[in-house]
């Protein structure tokens, strides 16, 4: 069955600082990827996803994303941080009729 | 234009009491799904719903937990005899369609307690 880990519960980085999110799927065909973002008190918002064709995907608010078959990831990025991307993250992958979702990574920017 | 919206945001219960709470869908998307966020975890898929019709009610933990959207538009997912464990942000989220390349939007979320 489709799934997805993220190993890091929690992430601080410094505000200006690159950003790395991992996240790891388990599917046997090409998956549908999806990264969300969720701030207190907001609904999940869609940043990008990776359906086929270009391996790195561009997204809004200056994130990216990049899959790599041979290493089942598929992690976010972005070149320097500000202090309004401080929330909750979540990879997820699409099932047969839902969104299967990480369990989460939690970002704090440091100023 | 408007997004999903979710109501009540916060519902506080007793157990063993009944519940419902309502999504509304952006307009002229036909599939509209409920998924459950426990705390510290990623959302759950719970039921999906293409039109009128449950497609999928695979997720629902057990029988308390019911949805409905008798209308194609509006849904309400309705909790009986509520548990302690039920407790959680309970997610709505709408597409166009069921097509992959249609984004699923969400809600805010309605967050229930049970006491």
């Known amino acids: 069955a ?59 608010k200056g994130f990216e994303a990049e899959f790599k078959r041979s290493q089942s990831s598929f992690n976010l990025r972005k070149p320097s941080v500000h202090w309004s991307d401080a929330a909750e993250y979540f990879c997820a992958v699409e099932g047969n009729n839902d969104m299967r979702f990480g369990a989460g990574t939690r970002l704090t920017v440091k100023p | 234009g408007a997004g999903v919206s ?15 709470l309502r999504c509304d869908p952006i307009s002229g998307h036909t599939a509209l799904y409920w998924y459950r966020q426990s ?19 695979s997720g629902l933990p057990n029988d308390r937990f019911f949805a409905v959207r008798p209308e194609g538009s509006v849904s309400t997912l309705k909790i009986q005899r509520t548990e302690r464990g039920d407790s959680a942000v309970y997610l709505c989220a709408s597409s166009l369609t069921k097509r992959s390349a249609d984004t699923q939007y969400f809600g805010p979320g309605t967050r229930l307690t049970v006491l």
Do not use: M
């Open chain 1, 2 to 60: 489709q799934s997805v880990t993220q190993p890091d519960i929690h992430i601080t980085v410094s505000e200006g600082a690159s950003l790395e999110l991992r996240c790891n799927y388990s599917y046997g065909a090409t998956p549908y990827l999806f990264w969300y973002v969720q701030s207190p008190g907001q609904g999940l918002q869609l940043l990008l996803k990776y359906f086929s064709g270009d391996t790195l995907v561009q997204g809004i």
């Open chain 2, 6 to 20: 979710q109501t009540p945001s916060n519902k506080v219960t007793e157990k063993g009491k009944y519940v419902e």
């Open chain 2, 39 to 57: 705390l510290g975890q990623g959302p759950e898929f719970l039921i999906y719903f293409q039109g009128t019709g449950a497609a999928d009610d």
